[in-house]
C-alpha cells in the first residue's frame, strides 16, 4: 500500500486500484481479469460507502462490457494498449449529477478545438545551450519534490514527498529534468507498464521564471526515445484540459486525441477535466 496524498494505492481482490477522498473518487489503475462477476457493482458500493462521487476505470477492452452493463460510460480510449493488442477503455461512473456536469465545458472545448488544428511539427525548436536535458536519480528527489510544490498547490500522487519520489523511481517510473547552471528547473516522467508495453507520459512542471523554453517539448522527446530503447510501445498521458500548452505540447509531438475525463483529478488546487492523448511507437 502507497500513501499517495490523502488517497491510498493497493492491491484489492487482484487489481490495483487508488482511492480517497483526496481526489473523491475511486481509481481502478490495473485489472487484467475480472475477480468476480459482480466486481463492477463492488466498486460502486465501495465508492457509496466512502461517499466518492466518481469512479474512474481502466480497463481492457474486452472487459468494458461488464462494467457497460452497471451504468460506466466510455470517456476515453487508447488503442493498442496493451502490448500494442488489445485497446484500453477508460470508463466513469458518477455518483453525483454535479461531478458530472462540467462548469467550464463550452471553455474546454474550445481550447482542445484550438489545439486540434494545430499540426504535428517533425523538427524541435532550438533549445538554448544553457539547458542540459537529462534523466534524474536519487540526489535530485529533494529538489523534484521543490519543484513540484511550486508548480502545483495540488496533485493527484504525492510527488511533493521526495520520498515517494525515489520509491517510484526505484520500481516503474523514470523521471527526467531540464538543468542550467547546474539547477534543475523543469520535469517529466515516464511512468512504466513494462507487461503492458505502455507509459504513462506525466508530472511536466516547469518553474515559473523558465516558462516559454520550450523545455517539456524537450522533456517529451527525450522521453519517447528512451522509452522506445526499453520496448514501450504505446505512450499516453493523460493532460488537464483546462492547459493549452500541455495539449498543444502532445499535439505537436503527433498525439492524438483520446477523450475526455470529466471532473476527474485533483490538481493545481481543485478536480479538474483531463484530456486523453496517446501515440504508438510500431
Given at each position: 500500500?502507497?500513501?499517495?496524498?490523502?488517497?491510498?494505492?493497493?492491491?484489492?481482490?487482484?487489481?490495483?486500484?487508488?482511492?480517497?477522498?483526496?481526489?473523491?473518487?475511486?481509481?481502478?489503475?490495473?485489472?487484467?481479469?475480472?475477480?468476480?462477476?459482480g466486481f463492477p457493482r463492488e466498486l460502486?458500493?465501495?465508492?457509496?460507502?466512502?461517499?466518492?462521487?466518481?469512479?474512474?476505470?481502466?480497463?481492457?477492452?474486452?472487459?468494458?462490457?461488464?462494467?457497460?452493463?452497471?451504468?460506466?460510460?466510455?470517456?476515453?480510449?487508447?488503442?493498442?494498449?496493451?502490448?500494442?493488442?488489445?485497446?484500453?477503455?477508460?470508463?466513469?461512473?458518477?455518483?453525483?449529477?454535479?461531478?458530472?456536469?462540467?462548469?467550464?465545458?463550452?471553455?474546454?472545448?474550445?481550447?482542445?478545438?484550438?489545439?486540434?488544428?494545430?499540426?504535428?511539427?517533425?523538427?524541435?525548436?532550438?533549445?538554448?545551450?544553457?539547458?542540459?536535458?537529462?534523466?534524474?536519480?536519487?540526489?535530485?528527489?529533494?529538489?523534484?519534490?521543490?519543484?513540484?510544490?511550486?508548480?502545483?498547490?495540488?496533485?493527484?500522487?504525492?510527488?511533493?514527498?521526495?520520498?515517494?519520489?525515489?520509491?517510484?523511481?526505484?520500481?516503474?517510473?523514470?523521471?527526467?529534468?531540464?538543468?542550467?547552471?547546474?539547477?534543475?528547473?523543469?520535469?517529466?516522467?515516464?511512468?512504466?507498464?513494462?507487461?503492458?508495453?505502455?507509459?504513462?507520459?506525466?508530472?511536466?512542471?516547469?518553474?515559473?521564471?523558465?516558462?516559454?523554453?520550450?523545455?517539456?517539448?524537450?522533456?517529451?522527446?527525450?522521453?519517447?526515445?528512451?522509452?522506445?530503447?526499453?520496448?514501450?510501445?504505446?505512450?499516453?498521458?493523460?493532460?488537464?484540459?483546462?492547459?493549452?500548452?500541455?495539449?498543444?505540447?502532445?499535439?505537436?509531438?503527433?498525439?492524438?486525441?483520446?477523450?475526455?475525463?470529466?471532473?476527474?483529478?485533483?490538481?493545481?488546487?481543485?478536480?479538474?477535466?483531463?484530456?486523453?492523448?496517446?501515440?504508438?511507437?510500431?
Amino acid at each position: 500500500m502507497i500513501d499517495a496524498g490523502q488517497d491510498t494505492v493497493e492491491n484489492y481482490k487482484g487489481c490495483v486500484i487508488q482511492h480517497g477522498h483526496y481526489n473523491a473518487r475511486i481509481y481502478l489503475i490495473k485489472i487484467t481479469s475480472l475477480p468476480s462477476p459482480g466486481f463492477p457493482r463492488e466498486l460502486i458500493e465501495m465508492a457509496k460507502i466512502n461517499g466518492y462521487s466518481k469512479i474512474f476505470a481502466k480497463v481492457p477492452e474486452s472487459l468494458a462490457k461488464d462494467f457497460s452493463i452497471t451504468g460506466f460510460r466510455k470517456e476515453a480510449g487508447v488503442p493498442g494498449f496493451f502490448a500494442g493488442k488489445e485497446a484500453a477503455v477508460f470508463l466513469g461512473y458518477y455518483l453525483s449529477t454535479e461531478r458530472f456536469k462540467e462548469k467550464d465545458g463550452n471553455k474546454l472545448s474550445e481550447i482542445l478545438q484550438m489545439t486540434l488544428r494545430r499540426k504535428q511539427e517533425d523538427k524541435l525548436p532550438e533549445l538554448d545551450k544553457k539547458f542540459i536535458v537529462r534523466k534524474c536519480g536519487r540526489s535530485d528527489t529533494t529538489a523534484m519534490a521543490k519543484i513540484y510544490k511550486e508548480v502545483f498547490t495540488s496533485y493527484p500522487f504525492p510527488i511533493h514527498n521526495p520520498d515517494y519520489l525515489l520509491e517510484t523511481m526505484q520500481s516503474h517510473t523514470d523521471y527526467f529534468g531540464v538543468e542550467t547552471g547546474g539547477t534543475l528547473v523543469a520535469l517529466s516522467s515516464s511512468e512504466k507498464d513494462n507487461a503492458g508495453a505502455n507509459a504513462e507520459m506525466t508530472d511536466f512542471a516547469t518553474l515559473p521564471r523558465w516558462r516559454g523554453n520550450h523545455l517539456g517539448q524537450y522533456l517529451l522527446a527525450q522521453m519517447e526515445i528512451e522509452m522506445k530503447r526499453k520496448g514501450i510501445i504505446t505512450a499516453y498521458t493523460i493532460a488537464r484540459a483546462m492547459s493549452p500548452g500541455m495539449n498543444i505540447t502532445f499535439r505537436k509531438a503527433g498525439y492524438k486525441y483520446g477523450g475526455r475525463l470529466k471532473n476527474n483529478t485533483n490538481i493545481s488546487g481543485k478536480i479538474e477535466s483531463m484530456n486523453v492523448w496517446f501515440k504508438k511507437f510500431v
